[in-house]
């Protein structure tokens, strides 16, 4: 399983979580509320509030959520991360079973 780790301001993040799980594509979706991001953009010192998104997934399924968030997402980039993980076997379970194709895709 991966989670991947966007930020996105806060108005957006909760719109991005909901698209995730409705589509089955993630499991479990945690917002952190306000981080304040220090960044350069187009050559100037930027600050933004922003919100940190934690999104839990199969594997299989990091493809169709960087499509989502991209699309969800009001940045021209976005950030988007992906790191590999491990887990207990019974979360591992669950997340495979609820990020599924198999299962029907409304909440």
Not at 7 to 27: H, Q, T
Not at 69 to 91: Q, W
Request: proline share 5%; hydrophobic share 45%.
């Amino acid at each position: 399983m991966i989670m991947m780790i966007v930020s996105a301001p806060a108005d957006a993040a909760e719109n991005i979580a909901k698209e995730l799980l409705a589509k089955r594509i993630a499991g479990c979706v945690q917002i952190l509320k306000s981080v304040e991001s220090v960044y350069i953009w187009k050559g100037k010192l930027e600050t933004a509030d922003e919100s940190i998104l934690f999104v839990k997934l199969p594997k299989k399924n990091e493809s169709a959520a960087q499509e989502i968030i991209k699309e969800a997402h009001p940045y021209e980039v976005p950030e988007i991360l992906s790191v590999d993980v491990s887990s207990n076997e019974e979360y591992r379970r669950w997340l495979y079973e609820v990020a599924s194709d198999k299962r029907p895709k409304k909440i």
